[in-house]
């Protein structure tokens, strides 16, 4: 397994020891259910807010929660591993709740990057971060990358090219 990707248990320490180091940590978070360019974006402009990274993964289980039957396509693990490949991720927790609160609060990052899909506004865990001292950063590209329409372009091309 990857270094990069740490036990949930550990989350609360790594924050501690990052903190007592002086570096600014950076968190972002997301199903990361088919990797593509926009998280890719995503997550190097998060990268860009701090001098570490740390990525949420949704477990499977929270995942399925949140995409619906039939998701993820991807076990967690994988998921994980194909986050932490990424050169501007320093370190990857899987997390099981609907929201990234719980581990924010163990983490407790300077700053909690969310997408273009959201304001600072609507992000749902922006008044964790105020309790916690930090703040919240929209980064990554316009979101006109999406993982089901990356699906739809595969069933598409698949219905078309016959047997």
Do not use: W
Request: aromatic share 4%.
């Amino acid at each position: 397994m990857n270094r990069k990707i740490i036990p949930r248990t550990e989350a609360a320490g790594l924050g501690r020891r990052l903190r007592q180091e002086g570096r600014r940590i950076a968190f972002a978070n997301g199903c990361f259910e088919l990797l593509h360019v926009g998280h890719v974006r995503y997550l190097q402009g998060a990268k860009e807010q701090g001098d570490v990274l740390v990525v949420g993964v949704n477990s499977d289980r929270s995942a399925a929660g949140l995409k619906g039957p039939g998701r993820p396509l991807l076990p967690q693990e994988a998921r994980a591993e194909l986050v932490a490949a990424l050169a501007c991720v320093d370190f990857v927790v899987i997390f099981d709740d609907p929201t990234a609160e719980g581990i924010l609060r163990e983490v407790r990052p300077h700053v909690h990057c969310k997408g273009t899909d959201y304001t600072e506004a609507t992000v749902p865990e922006r008044e964790v971060m105020k309790e916690l001292g930090g703040t919240v950063r929209i980064v990554g590209d316009p979101k006109d990358h999406a993982t089901r329409d990356v699906l739809a372009a595969i069933a598409r091309k698949a219905q078309n090219s016959g047997p």
